[in-house]
């Protein structure tokens, strides 16, 4: 929806943002991931998040200039 310039993008990565939270919710509180693996298991899906926040930002941002419609 970003590259075809609709508005509709900023609430799917909303949408999308809920579903990597609670993926990697489950995968932390609902199993003992961090217990096994340690503390560095938990960077690679703060990059993710930290990505897919970026891109609701950044759609937002694009739709309240005016460029997603």
Known sequence: MLLMRKGLAAPLFALSVLGVVAQFAYSFFGTDLLAIKGAGAAAFPAVILAVAV??????????????LQ
């Open 54 to 67: 970026g891109q609701l930002l950044y759609a937002g941002r694009m739709r309240a200039k005016g460029v």
